[in-house]
């Protein structure tokens, strides 16, 4: 049976780690039941045991791309503690991608499909509660990436700017029913996601300091907003610029990895290291 308490309760998927752990960090403090979604079962009950009352903590080992599994994870959720005030579809992928790579085309569909439809799934199961109690907080996670598309950045750039689409069309969809659809748009932030970016990253955020600027901005119900706000600035410039000049300006911009790059790399690194370790 449902139970129903003064405490905040918050699903969020992607919570083992960057931006997923650092708000499940946040509300946790604050005192709220949990139903956390990750890929990996050892690194949620780790979390979960670190936290304030981890009692409180549900967690649903899955992949966020299977629907069935996510919203089976929802309805448990929802049966013990009934409908949430916070829903966060957090969880996010990023490749460097090359079109002309056939190898590199399940790379666009998995960041597509975690990025975009995951988002989609994760809100699905939550909606008609939702709306029956006429309130409640949708928040989806965008990206300044999603304003222009980034050269080597294709899949990533797509998919966040068909996740703030969605979102903007979720909103007025929920307006009538009181319920509310934030999206929030990361800069950079420092997450694993980008740790292994090798160009500069203005305005770079710890990941604490964003989950409580994101908090805030659920809380107060804020339709779209960009952290940290320097980024909001570039975005809007970004934006503006017409094609011609952006074309020129972002020629030459670096580019994320590739993951097959990144294999290589990694292969490299161990091949020297055994070398540089082996007596003989």
């Given amino acids: 049976m449902a139970t129903h308490t003064a405490s ?42 670190t936290l304030p009352h981890p009692h409180a903590v549900h967690c649903y080992a899955l992949d966020v791309r299977d629907a069935i599994a996510l919203r089976a994870a929802a309805e448990d959720f929802m049966s013990r503690h009934g409908t949430p005030d916070i829903v966060i579809a957090n969880a996010g992928i990023s490749h460097g991608v090359n079109t002309e790579d056939p190898a590199d085309l399940p790379h666009f569909a998995s960041v597509m499909d975690t990025n975009w439809m995951a988002m989609v799934a994760t809100f699905s199961p939550f909606v008609g509660p939702m709306r029956a109690v006429k309130r409640g907080a949708l928040v989806g996670i965008g990206s300044v990436a999603g304003v222009r598309g980034l050269p080597g950045h294709g899949a990533y750039s797509a998919s966040k700017a068909a996740a703030m689409t969605y979102l903007e069309s979720l909103r007025v969809e929920l307006r009538a029913d009181k319920v509310a659809v934030v999206t929030i748009a990361p800069g950079y932030i420092r997450t694993p996601m980008t740790d292994g970016n090798p160009f500069p990253m203005p305005f770079l955020m710890d990941a604490d300091k964003f989950a409580r600027k994101a908090a805030g901005a659920i809380a107060r119900r804020k339709r779209f907003v960009v952290l940290p706000w320097q980024m909001g600035v570039v975005a809007c410039l970004l934006k503006c610029l017409p094609r011609w000049l952006y074309d020129m300006a972002f020629a030459k911009a670096p580019r994320k990895p590739r993951m097959a790059d990144r294999q290589k790399a990694a292969d490299d690194t161990q091949a020297a290291s055994k070398t540089d370790t082996d007596p003989s």
């Fill in 8 to 49: 905040p309760k918050v699903f969020i998927t992607g919570a083992s780690s960057g931006l997923g752990e650092a708000l499940t960090r946040h509300y946790a403090a604050e005192g709220a039941i949990l139903g956390l979604v990750g890929r990996r079962g050892d690194k949620l009950a780790d979390l979960a045991a």
